[in-house]
């Protein structure tokens, strides 16, 4: 079973930044696709952000330019550094992994962010 624990989500005014962290207990964890998703209330589940184990990335076109995903693989752990913050980003943020040749996918218990107009 593998944990991952976010932290970073808060209240934040429109333009502002915040920064999210996602811990992972997984082993071999520099392998793993890690990404971010969001839902928003009344809304699906959306991807934000991926890295692969190769550092690799991709965003969703919404927050392209403003958002960042990078990983620590030193300290098991990814990030989302997200600027120039827009109210419609308002969601609580899932960590996600997905295990290397595997199907198996874990999913941290989310952070909220809100952004004020």
């Known amino acids: 079973q593998v944990q991952l624990v976010e932290s970073g989500g808060g209240l934040v005014q429109a333009g502002g930044s915040l920064r999210l962290s996602c811990a992972s207990s997984a082993n071999m964890f520099s392998i793993n696709t890690m990404g971010w998703y969001r839902q928003a209330p009344g809304k699906q589940r959306e991807l934000v952000a991926t890295?692969?184990?190769?550092?690799?990335?991709n965003y969703a076109d919404s927050v392209k330019g403003r958002f960042t995903i990078s990983r620590d693989n030193a300290k098991n752990t990814v990030y989302l550094q997200m600027s120039s913050l827009k109210p419609e980003d308002t969601a609580v943020y899932y960590c996600n992994t997905k295990i290397a040749f595997t199907t198996q996918y874990y999913w941290g218990q989310g952070t909220q962010v809100t952004v004020s107009s």
């Open positions: 890295i692969t184990g190769g550092g690799s990335t």
